[in-house]
């Protein structure tokens, strides 16, 4: 089975803090995607890596960055948080074989910025 | 602009009755479509699929229809069950972007027993 886990399930910061959003997961995938959820608006996309210290910019990157320095592990940095930031951060992996690979989901954080 | 919509943010079913939940994109070149199912305090979780060369797929008691010419798909779940009762999103990908997805808005369903 498919894991994927997410450091924390809820976290409060402050604006202004750097805050640290981790996903990891335990089948070897290559890809792993980082969205956030809000109502009516569904999940967009932010940023996904498709290996080791490769990154791309999804829809919504701004005030956003990212770090994969290992296989397993997919970092989401907000570099100064805002409270547009609120939102419920969503972690994913997939196989790096055709296009139609399904995406896992890690149970997400939800995030308040106050 | 929102490639992938939901346009019913609700839907309420009695149970052992029938589940339509539609779903309509504007990118011709999608080409790959999929239904997650999503609970309180979970991540969302793989629920079926369907190719643009078909226009059927079915799981159990779950099909997925999709409609090239319109632009839309729909997901039915016959019978539904109280524990159906979920956000359903769709999603949508093209064979040249990879992995990427691009979701609706959601729709929820609730099962009434």
């Known amino acids: 089975d498919v894991k994927v886990t997410q450091s924390s399930r809820y976290l409060v910061k402050r604006t202004g803090e750097k805050v640290f959003l981790e996903c990891v997961q335990d089948?070897?995938?290559?890809?792993m995607f980082w969205y956030r959820q809000d109502p009516g608006l569904g999940l967009r996309l932010i940023y996904f890596?498709?290996?080791?210290?490769?990154?791309e910019k999804g829809d919504i990157p701004e005030g956003y960055s990212v770090s994969r320095e290992k296989k397993e592990r997919f970092s989401l940095i907000l570099e100064s948080a805002s409270t547009n930031q609120t939102s419920m951060y969503l972690c994913?992996?997939?196989?790096?074989?055709?296009?139609?690979?399904?995406?896992?989901f890690g149970p997400g954080t939800r995030l308040l910025v106050l | 602009d929102q490639q992938v919509k939901q346009n019913s943010p609700s839907l309420s079913v009695q149970e052992g009755r029938i589940s339509i939940l539609n779903c309509d994109y504007t990118?011709?070149?999608?080409?790959?479509f999929l239904w997650y199912k999503k609970y309180p305090a979970e991540g969302p979780t793989f629920l079926i699929s369907?190719?643009?060369?078909?226009d059927k797929n079915e799981d159990g008691r779950f099909t997925v229809f999709l409609n090239k010419s319109a632009k839309h798909l729909s997901l039915h779940i016959v019978p539904s069950q109280p524990g159906d009762s979920a956000v359903y999103f769709c999603?949508?990908?093209?064979?040249?972007?990879?992995?990427?997805?691009?979701f609706g808005g959601g729709t929820r369903l609730m099962v009434k027993p």
């Open positions: 994913a992996s997939s196989g790096g074989g055709t296009y139609q690979e399904t995406q896992y």
């Open positions: 089948m070897d995938h290559e890809n």
């Open positions: 890596s498709y290996d080791v210290k490769m990154k």
């Open positions: 990118n011709s070149m999608f080409d790959y």
């Open positions: 369907i190719s643009s060369i078909k």
């Open positions: 999603a949508a990908s093209k064979g040249n972007a990879g992995n990427m997805l691009t």
